[in-house]
């Protein structure tokens, strides 16, 4: 059999948010930019009025796909599939993104603001430009796969199976090579309840399988090719300006997951009981990292394959018929657990980098460290509250102190509390169907278990700079004593950044993130 197989695809949206001009958002932007005259008249820099924002994106795509079918029945219980095929795809998406200011919804009409000059804001008398929200985007991504798959089963047995593909990207190396990845797979499965020696009467399917191979994964954001974008309005000339994205890697290539996979399925008398169990292992190579680079080549890190992880874990889905008779009661049961660890990584970092990440943390991407997981949360020893002062306590060469500058300079990575993965390392779901006539009602019940995360706390550089800060300033130490009821350091008169890494990095910030959630009830009537 012979196919060829076209898609063209195509889908445009556009997003409108007006901010009301009596709403916090518009007040926030607003009023900071103001200044308050010597005859106390106000000059609006951002004038009085809505705030509008406007997004359009449009995306068209071009898929084409040929192959070739064949399938073969050698005996009543033995037969053969082979599958022969190639396909292309062209993506494009384009984006348009704008503000304006003084909006005025009936009149659709707006005032200009000046986006080259800087302003000192009322609130703290720092410099800022006012933000400029006008950006046009736009990408093209083109693929190329070749692939062929072939399975073979004897006597409703033995199967074995093969797949092959090559990928291709426009965004990878220079090199034809780097462009093209070659991955695979192989497997073999065993029916042992078809074997004639096999007579356990209540689990008549017993299935065994086993699959060894690679993936790969891209990157879209990223290219061998220097890339750069257009900017409006220098500070210094108002004339737009190219500014560069990314510098280009001619050596970037394919991310490749190398996957062992071992299963058992199963399926009781009347399938009161069925699902299957899966062990894995899986160790990513080339994986695509981010690490940090002299300033003085333009850049201040660089993206490009400087990591391999190891994962391993078990995967279990169980149904089960409770009751099935006028009254149906079934239930579905979903657990994962998975351990990964970074085995490679060819980047080093800053101790706050490695502090940084954390849900509550003020990090965006994780820094990864060998010998640990890709998302781990790693805290400073605490000694909790100096009682004259109220300041936090750390630990320098092994003697509780308060020399910050000092506890930051002198911790390495092997000084760091490990407090666990910022990831669940254990979830799923438990669902519950019940039916009854023409009534269902169902329940999920989902479930995250073995990580943690970084609780957020009071930051007083905030404050200090005229912002406002977190609920936990009411139960900062005020006076001595208090050090035995809270664990919150007292203001400090003047900013002090270590003494905030410091207490914000801490142990005793961390807590368990494991939960239960009720996701999801539905009661139905079916007509």
């Known amino acids: 059999k012979a196919e060829v197989l076209h898609q063209y695809w195509s889908n445009s949206s556009t997003s409108e948010n007006i901010f009301n001009r009596e709403s916090f958002f518009s007040r926030d932007l607003t009023n900071p930019f103001s200044v308050i005259n ?17 997004t359009s994106s449009a995306a068209s795509s071009n898929y084409l796909r040929t192959q070739l079918q064949y399938n073969e029945n050698l005996s009543p219980r033995s037969f053969f599939s082979a599958l022969l095929g190639a396909e292309v795809k062209d993506l494009s998406i384009d984006g348009n993104r704008s503000r304006l200011y003084g909006y005025d919804p009936e009149f659709g009409t707006s005032l200009p603001v000046d986006y080259v000059n800087r302003f000192r804001r009322i609130h703290n008398n720092s410099l800022a430009n006012i933000p400029r929200q006008d950006r046009v985007t736009g990408t093209v991504s083109r693929f190329i796969s070749y692939y ?5 089963t004897l006597d409703k047995k033995y199967t074995v199976s093969v797949s092959a593909r090559q990928d291709g990207s426009n965004i990878f190396g220079v090199n034809s090579n780097q462009r093209l990845v070659p991955l695979w797979s192989s497997g073999l499965s065993w029916t042992l309840s078809e074997e004639g020696f096999y007579n356990w009467g209540a689990m008549p399917f017993i299935k065994l399988k086993a699959t060894y191979g690679y993936n790969g994964n891209v990157n879209s954001s990223l290219s061998a090719f220097p890339t750069a974008f257009y900017r409006q309005g220098s500070m210094i000339s108002n004339l737009r300006y190219l500014a560069l994205n990314s510098p280009g890697n001619p050596d970037l290539r394919w991310e490749r997951i190398r996957i062992i996979n071992f299963g058992l399925d199963f399926e009781s008398k009347d399938a009161v009981l069925s699902g299957n169990i899966e062990f894995f292992v899986k160790n990513g190579q080339d994986l695509i990292g981010t690490i940090p680079f002299p300033s003085s080549s333009g850049v201040n890190d660089f993206t490009g394959n400087f990591a391999d992880t190891r994962t391993h874990g078990l995967d279990i889905a169980l149904n089960s018929k409770n009751i099935n008779r006028k009254f149906k009661w079934n239930t579905a049961l979903l657990f994962t657990f998975n351990k990964e660890e970074v085995t490679d990584y060819k980047g080093e970092f800053f101790i706050t980098q490695f502090l940084d990440y954390g849900s509550g943390g003020v990090g965006i991407a994780p820094s990864p460290l060998e010998g640990f997981p890709l998302f781990s949360v790693f805290a400073l020893p605490y000694a909790g ?4 002062t109220g300041a936090p306590v750390g630990f320098l060469d092994g003697e509780p102190g308060m020399d910050y500058n000092g506890i930051i300079a002198a911790t390495g990575p092997e000084d760091l509390i490990y407090m666990g993965s910022g990831r669940p390392t254990t979830f799923g779901a438990i669902r519950n169907d019940f039916q009854w006539g023409n009534f269902s009602l169902s329940a999920n019940i989902s479930y995250r278990l073995g990580y943690v ?23 900062r130490w005020q006076n001595p004593g208090d050090e035995l009821i809270t664990d919150v350091p007292s203001l400090p008169a003047a900013n002090n950044a270590n003494r905030e890494t410091h207490y914000r990095n801490s142990a005793r910030l961390i807590e368990r993130g494991d939960h239960f959630r009720l996701q999801e009830i539905r009661l139905s009537y079916r007509l």
């Open 148 to 152: 062929t798959n072939m399975a073979y």
């Open 453 to 475: 995360f970084r609780r957020p706390t009071v930051n007083y550089a905030n404050l200090l700079n005229g912002f406002t800060t977190h609920r936990d300033y009411e139960n």
């Open 38 to 54: 010597p005859d106390a008249s106000v000059t609006r820099n951002i004038p009085v009025g809505d705030i509008r924002d406007f």
């Open 385 to 388: 509250l100096d009682p004259d």
